[in-house]
């Protein structure tokens, strides 16, 4: 949808309290109130109001920049944010304050979750996925965690996913081990159950609509109790984690995405000073990675121009950024299942932090 062409017009009321919001009623009329102008392009912005329930809008509502001060970053952020750039570095290259980079990224995240969903509208779901959990921490070592993320084998696609409060593991020194009893008496220890529900929730995902899957993963012992959690029976193949991870590994397609998200993300290198500072943040990264890797990145660099949407069969061409944003989705008009709405309205805390940022914003989504 180009709002800029002649002849644009509304496809729907974008009031959620209208009847036609959803498309719950036939016969929409609405009519043109005149214009504005702004300094930058389009300059001539038209308005519109609704006749059944009087609301006034633009054809600046249904743009991904509505509400901006400054449009032209985004293309640019979705860009640097999958280059490995950190956010004080894309502040610094396009010469904005890092916390306008913040709420950029955390918008394109909350867009991607919902183009993703809008895409996978009427597709049925994969026979087999791989699945896995991809550990990194924030804030601290003292707080790791996992991306639960599955991927379908055939084309690499990026299906979903969720995440996993975990407590800190593996060698410590005495200091260490002491400073951790402190932050688990002050925050509570995580829930030794998050691995098995995060699981879950992917799995609920990944298989509804069917009545048997395929599903393949390392020997994680939550997995197994994950799968007798869900509806769906589950033929549950196991490879070793041990075992060489080349591209004859049955798991290779998801090593291939943890290896992706490292090479492509700042805040998952080895040895950086970038680490994630919120889980929230990181999930919403993780969701322009999908968007950008599914739709955008060519599935082999050196064989023919196709990408795993196309693969999957969600597209017919290769997407480039003003196709990722050329439209807005309203959150009212998409259902996100239950770990996504969280992040969506950025309810996902971080233990360590008195202050976490919630999405309350009501035009400026």
């Excluded at 009329?29 to 109001?49: A, C, N, S, V």
């Excluded at 809008?57 to 490995?84: H, M, N």
């Excluded at 299906?159 to 407590?167: A, K, M, Q």
């Excluded at 492509?264 to 999908?290: C, D, G, N, P, Y």
Aim: hydrophobic share 35%; glycine share 4%.
């Amino acid at each position: 949808m180009n709002i800029r062409r002649p002849g644009w017009h509304p496809p729907h009321c974008p009031n959620p309290n209208c009847k036609h919001h959803r498309g719950l009623a036939e016969g929409w009329r609405y009519k043109r109130r005149g214009f504005f102008l702004r300094r930058i392009r389009p300059f001539r912005i038209q308005r519109f109001t609704c006749l059944t329930c009087g609301r006034n809008f633009s054809s600046q509502t249904f743009s991904t920049t509505y509400w901006q001060k400054r449009p032209e970053l985004d293309a640019k952020i979705l860009l640097l944010t999958v280059g490995c750039m950190a956010n004080r570095q894309i502040a610094r290259a396009l010469q904005a304050a890092p916390s306008t980079i913040d709420r950029h990224i955390a918008r394109l995240g909350r867009h991607c979750m919902l183009l993703h969903m809008k895409l996978l509208e009427g597709v049925p779901s994969p026979a087999e996925i791989i699945f896995d959990g991809f550990e990194t921490f924030e804030l601290s070592q003292y707080h790791p965690f996992h991306h639960n993320i599955a991927v379908e084998p055939d084309n690499g696609f990026f299906l979903y996913h969720t995440d996993s409060p975990l407590r800190r593991k593996g060698r410590m020194t005495d200091i260490q081990k002491q400073r951790r009893e402190e932050l688990e008496a002050e925050l509570d220890r995580p829930d030794p159950k998050a691995v098995q529900n995060g699981i879950r929730e992917l799995l609920e995902f990944a298989t509804r609509g069917r009545t048997v899957i395929t599903g393949r993963s390392d020997e994680h012992p939550a997995y197994r109790r994950s799968i007798a959690q869900i509806a769906c029976r589950v033929r549950h193949k196991v490879t070793s984690s041990k075992d060489h991870r080349d591209k004859h590994n049955p798991l290779w397609e998801v090593n291939l995405a943890d290896l992706m998200i490292r090479h492509s993300t700042a805040a998952h290198k080895r040895e950086t000073i970038a680490w994630v500072k919120r889980r929230q943040s990181s999930a919403e990264r993780l969701s322009i990675f999908m968007v950008w890797r599914n739709l955008m990145k060519r599935r082999w660099e050196k064989g023919p121009a196709v990408s795993s949407g196309m693969l999957k069969g969600v597209t017919d061409r290769l997407w480039k950024v003003r196709d990722v944003l050329a439209e807005r989705i309203f959150r009212t008009r998409m259902d996100l299942p239950d770990c996504w709405d969280r992040y969506y309205v950025r309810s996902v805390s971080t233990a360590g932090l008195s202050r976490n940022h919630r999405h309350t914003l009501m035009y400026a989504y």
